[in-house]
């Protein structure tokens, strides 16, 4: 399978939250190399969707890139649910 390591990051992360969640304020953060907003969305994109849906999981990214690169041909967005 293609994404099997990232797939088997989001299965790590989902057994995280199921066990802590109770007791704890959780924050999930890092560079997932994936995006929330991008359309149309990849593979990647499409699993770490899931997984914010899945657990009912927020963010309050907008999809607005935080961003530029210095030549104004790039952007990104910082990861974090």
């Not at 890092?30 to 009912?56: T, W, Y």
């Amino acid at each position: 399978m293609k994404f099997m390591g990232y797939t088997s990051l989001t299965l790590e992360i989902e057994e995280l939250l199921e066990k802590y969640s109770d007791t704890q304020a959780l924050f999930i953060c890092g560079d997932f190399n994936s995006s929330l907003s991008r359309q149309p969305p990849n593979d990647r994109d499409l699993i770490l969707r899931d997984l914010v849906r899945k657990l009912n999981l927020h963010t309050d990214k907008d999809g607005e890139p935080t961003f530029f690169h210095a030549s104004g041909e790039q952007s990104a967005e910082i990861d974090y649910i």
